[in-house]
């Protein structure tokens, strides 16, 4: 397992030139079974990051370039009449697939936002009636620019709780961006990225985490991070229950990664920045930034204390 998981950092390093904590966390929400949502100003890699780990996959992949324009149905699908047979068949749309890069996804409108919940939440798609299951692993991939960049519209809260994990990427280093300069490798070793996980892997990898052991006691350490999020004079809507289940699986994939098959409190913490940041509501409104949240999560993180 641990060599599956090697191979497919480095596969994706071979094109994101940068973060390298950012690949790990991708690959966490990845056997966590979660959805990604990668936030940074344009330029710095996030469609490139999201690319990467969708062909380091031997399974489907689709991309949408989202747009105001872009309705419901581009997303989900529509019945179109087979003059054949008189029937009205579906004509599936690209959300039938196994990881779905949305890039962008705060260009287009609320209403087409929504079209993900439910895929995002019960891995199913309801179409004209219809509940047809999405095959697994699924996982959507979204990128996003800042909110206060022109024509960019604001995630709802229950939008942004489907996700996971916000991953940052910040700026590379001088080192870094030189060897962006020099390889070119989002031109170059893009196109040719091969994959070095079958899809049947990937879901071998997830179950194996399920089967990662988490005592009580870590349980009951997450359960007061979140209650003392909800309870903070500074925060208006803390950490929600699905919040605090992303954050026992993430803890697990983490465990995994790190070749334990149990959790220690080190990988709560390691997670709590980029599951809890998105999800919480300031008491002066807006969603804190990334160094915001780790400085008052950490804080908060101590207050409670670490299980012996």
């Given amino acids: 397992m641990q060599d599956k998981i090697q191979e ?9 030139l940068g973060n390298e904590g950012a690949v790990d966390r991708l690959i966490c929400c990845l056997l966590s079974r979660g959805h990604a949502l990668i936030e940074d100003v344009p330029g ?3 469609t490139v990051l999201a690319t990467a780990l969708a062909r380091s996959i031997d399974c489907a992949f689709t ?12 997303v989900l699908g529509v019945s179109v009449l087979d003059k054949a047979t008189g029937d009205f068949v579906l004509k599936k749309g690209p959300i039938f697939t196994n990881i779905l890069l ?6 287009t409108t609320p209403r087409t936002q929504t079209a993900l919940l439910e895929a995002m939440s019960e891995q199913q798609v309801s179409v004209d009636g219809r509940v047809i299951p999405l095959e697994p692993p699924f996982m959507v ?5 800042p909110y206060e960049f022109e024509g960019t519209y604001l995630l709802p809260e229950n939008q942004l709780d489907r996700f996971l994990m916000r991953i940052e990427l910040g700026y590379p280093s001088a080192e870094d961006e030189l060897r962006v300069l020099e390889i070119r490798p989002a031109q ?22 399920d089967a990662v052991k988490v005592d009580r006691a870590i349980l009951d350490y997450i359960v007061r991070i979140a209650d003392a999020t909800r309870n903070h004079p500074s925060i208006r809507v ?7 289940l992303a954050l026992a699986q993430a803890s697990r994939a983490t465990a995994m990664i790190h070749k334990r098959d149990y959790v220690i409190p080190e990988d709560v913490l390691e997670n709590l920045t980029d599951i809890a940041a998105h999800r919480l509501i300031f008491t002066a409104g807006g969603h804190p930034d990334a160094e915001e949240a780790k400085a008052l999560l950490d804080s908060i993180a101590a207050g409670v204390g670490s299980p012996a």
């Fill in 141 to 145: 991939l979204a990128t996003q620019n």
């Fill in 8 to 16: 497919l950092r480095e596969n994706i390093t071979k094109v994101f």
């Fill in 44 to 46: 710095v890699g996030k």
């Fill in 102 to 107: 949305a890039d962008e996804i705060n260009r």
């Fill in 188 to 209: 170059r070793v893009l196109a040719e990225l091969k994959p070095v996980l079958k899809r049947d892997e990937v879901i071998d990898l997830q179950n194996h985490v």
């Fill in 63 to 74: 991309r949408i370039q989202l747009t105001p324009d872009l309705l419901p149905g581009d």
């Fill in 238 to 244: 803390g950490l929600s229950p699905r919040g605090s």
